[in-house]
């Protein structure tokens, strides 16, 4: 942020990742706040999302010069056009920063096999939950991922993997032949990425082909796109979520935004137990706490509900580690910001296995970690 005070960008390329942070920090500060503040940042936001949804754009200058101009001071006062890709996002913090920032915000698409370039929302798109339609040159097309149930013949939306033809397309991998014939299907990039074409002609990203799985209840979940959405609850700073075809519900790994965490998880403590000296209590304690994990359980219960989470998407166990997945210093990321899953899951395998045993009330089954 202080780099932005400085170079006042007017585009700006964020990863998710990096924008769900200053979400937490902004939305904390206005929507999220309590007393006036809170109470004329939830209606000046509310005003600028029915203009922004108008097509009237997302200047509004009474609104701007209360509440919001401080927001976009922040990232230097000159933004006009703000961009992100390489993840799953959320459409509540994309919308937010629409109305805070009154500035164009656009999702895009791509891979490095495409030289990034595969499909970008239009300027003057105010709509979220997808990544636009294809930049010019680029084709696309779907194909059938029939064991998962995704059918180009689906109705009133084709979906399936989607496949990406045009002269960004690479070559092949250098010296790499045979992960080359893999990576393409005659002149059409395989793309590993099942999506929806919608009735406007936008895509929508449904997940990685390799990251959906099954649960037991033989429902198959795409956990990317649910830890978009969890990500953006104020307790949390990051989320893993997993499930398995031995098992009913999905559990997950949080790591605490400990900023709103610490108070929160003492109050919870000091009102179960008014003897106890809950200001006292390190992170790591509070993160083991049970009526603290119980009350975590309860908050993102409320959230999936509130953001329109089908049931069987609701996780139903957590364990909430007090070191944050960066600092775990065994590469939970790319270089591009997105969670390297069978590392997480490998990592956190004993404490699935808990979380699963606890569900079924049994001894902890073995979470398997595919090789």
């Given at each position: 942020?202080?780099?932005?005070?400085?170079?006042?960008?007017t585009?700006l390329?964020?990863?998710?990742?990096?924008?769900?942070?200053?979400?937490?920090?902004?939305?904390?500060a206005?929507?999220?706040?309590?007393?006036?503040?809170?109470?004329?940042?939830?209606?000046?936001y509310?005003?600028?999302?029915?203009?922004?949804?108008?097509?009237?754009?997302?200047?509004?200058?009474?609104w701007?010069?209360?509440?919001?101009?401080?927001?976009?001071?922040?990232?230097?006062?000159?933004l006009?056009t703000?961009?992100?890709?390489?993840?799953?996002?959320?459409?509540?913090?994309?919308?937010?920063?629409?109305?805070?920032?009154?500035?164009t915000?656009v999702?895009?698409y791509?891979?490095?096999?495409?030289?990034?370039?595969?499909t970008?929302?239009?300027?003057d798109?105010?709509t979220?939950?997808?990544?636009g339609?294809?930049?010019?040159?680029?084709?696309?097309r779907?194909?059938n991922?029939?064991?998962?149930?995704?059918?180009?013949?689906?109705?009133?939306?084709?979906?399936?993997?989607?496949l990406?033809?045009?002269?960004?397309?690479?070559?092949?991998?250098?010296?790499?032949?045979?992960k080359?014939?893999e990576?393409?299907?005659?002149?059409?990039?395989?793309?590993g990425?099942?999506?929806?074409?919608?009735l406007?002609?936008?895509?929508?990203i449904?997940?990685?082909?390799k990251?959906?799985?099954?649960?037991?209840?033989?429902i198959?979940?795409?956990?990317?796109?649910?830890?978009?959405?969890?990500s953006t609850?104020?307790?949390?700073?990051?989320?893993?979520?997993?499930?398995?075809?031995?098992?009913?519900?999905l559990?997950?790994?949080?790591?605490?935004?400990t900023?709103?965490?610490?108070?929160?998880?003492?109050?919870?403590?000091k009102n179960?137990?008014?003897?106890?000296?809950?200001?006292?209590?390190?992170l790591?304690?509070?993160?083991?706490?049970?009526?603290?994990?119980?009350?975590?359980?309860?908050?993102?219960?409320?959230?999936a509900?509130?953001t329109?989470?089908?049931?069987?998407?609701?996780?139903?166990?957590?364990?909430?580690?007090?070191?944050?997945?960066?600092?775990?210093?065994v590469?939970?990321?790319?270089?591009t910001a997105?969670?390297?899953?069978?590392?997480?899951l490998?990592?956190?395998?004993?404490?699935?296995?808990?979380?699963?045993?606890?569900?079924n009330?049994?001894?902890?089954?073995?979470?398997q970690?595919?090789?």
């Amino acid at each position: 942020m202080d780099d932005m005070q400085t170079l006042k960008p007017t585009v700006l390329v964020a990863v998710p990742r990096v924008l769900n942070r200053i979400y937490d920090r902004i939305a904390g500060a206005t929507v999220g706040a309590c007393g006036l503040t809170g109470v004329l940042s939830r209606m000046g936001y509310k005003s600028k999302t029915k203009r922004i949804d108008a097509g009237r754009g997302p200047q509004h200058r009474f609104w701007d010069r209360l509440i919001f101009d401080k927001a976009a001071a922040a990232f230097g006062g000159r933004l006009r056009t703000l961009i992100t890709g390489a993840a799953s996002i959320s459409p509540e913090v994309l919308s937010f920063f629409r109305a805070s920032l009154s500035c164009t915000v656009v999702q895009g698409y791509g891979q490095t096999e495409c030289a990034v370039g595969g499909t970008v929302q239009l300027l003057d798109d105010p709509t979220t939950g997808h990544v636009g339609v294809p930049v010019p040159g680029v084709d696309i097309r779907l194909r059938n991922v029939a064991d998962m149930g995704y059918q180009v013949t689906d109705s009133p939306c084709p979906r399936g993997e989607l496949l990406i033809r045009g002269s960004n397309v690479f070559f092949g991998y250098h010296k790499e032949p045979e992960k080359t014939k893999e990576a393409m299907e005659g002149e059409w990039l395989i793309t590993g990425d099942v999506a929806q074409i919608n009735l406007d002609g936008t895509v929508t990203i449904i997940d990685r082909i390799k990251n959906i799985l099954k649960t037991g209840q033989g429902i198959w979940i795409a956990p990317e796109r649910i830890e978009s959405i969890y990500s953006t609850h104020r307790l949390v700073q990051s989320v893993f979520v997993h499930g398995d075809e031995a098992q009913r519900d999905l559990v997950a790994v949080v790591t605490p935004n400990t900023t709103k965490f610490l108070p929160w998880a003492r109050t919870i403590v000091k009102n179960g137990d008014k003897t106890s000296d809950s200001a006292e209590l390190s992170l790591a304690a509070l993160c083991s706490n049970e009526g603290v994990i119980s009350g975590l359980q309860d908050e993102l219960k409320a959230h999936a509900a509130a953001t329109g989470l089908t049931a069987p998407e609701h996780i139903k166990a957590v364990y909430c580690d007090p070191v944050p997945f960066e600092g775990k210093g065994v590469g939970f990321f790319t270089s591009t910001a997105k969670l390297r899953r069978m590392l997480v899951l490998e990592h956190y395998q004993p404490q699935l296995n808990k979380l699963f045993a606890t569900l079924n009330n049994s001894v902890a089954p073995t979470v398997q970690v595919p090789r």
